[in-house]
């Protein structure tokens, strides 16, 4: 029996996964992990390095164990995500909507991890954040800012472009909702 044989055997048994949220800085990457785990979002620091957040969270009646990596999204810090990638079941990349003025310079680092080998078989969910903000780019024109398509993303990964708000929660639990069934099917399909 191979190792990959081994490790899915185990996260079956334990319905594990473990979500990698990343984006640029001040996309609301820890306000999201918060407001899904309902802790309060008040005072929030720019994350330095990353922070493990495990949750339990319950899909059709099954609970999952979450294990989110919430890594910091400052220029000095991407070349660092590399050591993020291993064991990856979805990778979630947040986006400030109302961030026009990058919106360039995410889609580049958002083109680069989805050429990463090590997250070829990761679901993608990216999350058009702070929607509750005037001037906030739509889901569609988000999209197209950052060259989402079939070919961009690649017939074989899962993907889904989600509307929300961190600080309001709009949004946030449909889209978790979706990545989490995603990655179960793929993962736990035969359990």
């Known amino acids: 029996m191979g190792l990959l044989s081994i490790i899915r055997k185990v996260k079956r048994k334990e319905r594990e996964m ?16 918060r407001r ?3 802790e309060d979002i008040t005072g929030l620091a720019p994350t330095v390095g ?3 957040k ?29 050591n993020y990638f291993e064991k990856t079941d979805a990778l979630v990349w947040v986006v400030d909507s109302g961030d026009v003025m990058r919106m360039d310079e995410c889609a580049a680092e958002l083109s680069a991890l989805l050429g990463e ?9 990216v999350l058009a954040n702070k929607q509750d903000l005037s001037g906030a780019l739509s889901v569609d024109e988000v999209s197209k800012r950052l060259g989402l398509t079939g070919e961009s993303v690649g017939k074989t990964r899962h993907w889904q472009v989600a509307a929300c708000s961190a600080a309001t929660g709009e949004g946030l639990l449909d889209a978790f909702h979706w990545v989490v069934s995603d990655v179960a099917s793929r993962l736990y399909a035969l359990a």
């Open 18 to 33: 473990r979500l990698l949220m990343v984006g640029l800085d001040n996309a609301g990457k820890t306000t999201v992990v």
């Open 36 to 38: 899904v785990n309902g």
């Open 50 to 52: 990353f922070h493990i």
């Open 54 to 82: 495990t949750m339990a969270y319950n899909v059709g009646g099954v609970s999952y164990r979450l294990n989110v990596w919430d890594v910091g999204g400052q220029r000095s810090l991407r070349g660092y995500w590399r």
């Open 117 to 125: 080998e090590r997250l070829l078989g990761a679901t993608l969910l």
